[in-house]
């Protein structure tokens, strides 16, 4: 484990003087730390990945959506979105933007007028949006506790409005 070693006798008006070193042996504080580490590593359980749940609808009948809980959310580029409540007006004057920021007030209001049986949000992404924004938008409808919602694909009039609003808006 340790030794002490004498070395350099050394002679001074008669007496004899001894220095000593000493030399620690590091081997059985390194075997424990490698003990300790396998230890912990076995005896730890590992994160276990969560993964979002996604319902996809079965085929057969379609499930009819009131106009009035129906919120449909658009998302844009660079993080934009837009969102209509029941349908789409021809002239999109029901047609507004927003933020991430602001579409959760969005939803708690729409949530607070509609019966619960028949709220319903319809997220749908465009080409320009990226992956980020669509699981930011499902975990918003996590905390938000919005219990019907689906993903579904952009028609071509509510695209070419989001375009038109991306272009006026100077979003790149």
Known sequence: MAEIASTNETKRAGRKSTKKSTR??????VD???????????TTTMCQQTALE???PHDGKQT??????????????????????????SNGSNFKASS????RDI????????????MYVIIKPTDGSNYRN???????????????YSLDNITTG??????????????L
Request: charged residues 25%; hydrophobic residues 45%.
């Open 158 to 171: 509510e695209n070419q409005l989001v375009q038109v609003t991306e272009s006026h808006n100077k979003v």
């Open 64 to 89: 009819d959506i009131r106009g009035s809980g129906a919120l449909t959310i658009l998302l844009g580029a660079s993080n934009s979105i837009y969102y209509y409540e029941g349908e789409l007006l």
């Open 54 to 56: 996604l319902d996809m």
């Open 100 to 103: 991430f920021k602001e579409i």
């Open 134 to 148: 669509v699981v930011d938008i499902l975990d918003e409808m996590t905390v938000d506790v919005v219990e019907s």
């Open 32 to 42: 424990l730390g490698f003990l300790l580490i396998t230890f912990f590593i076995f």
């Open 24 to 29: 620690v042996d590091l081997t059985p504080m």
């Open 107 to 118: 939803i708690i209001k729409k949530k607070r007028s509609t019966d619960p049986k028949y």
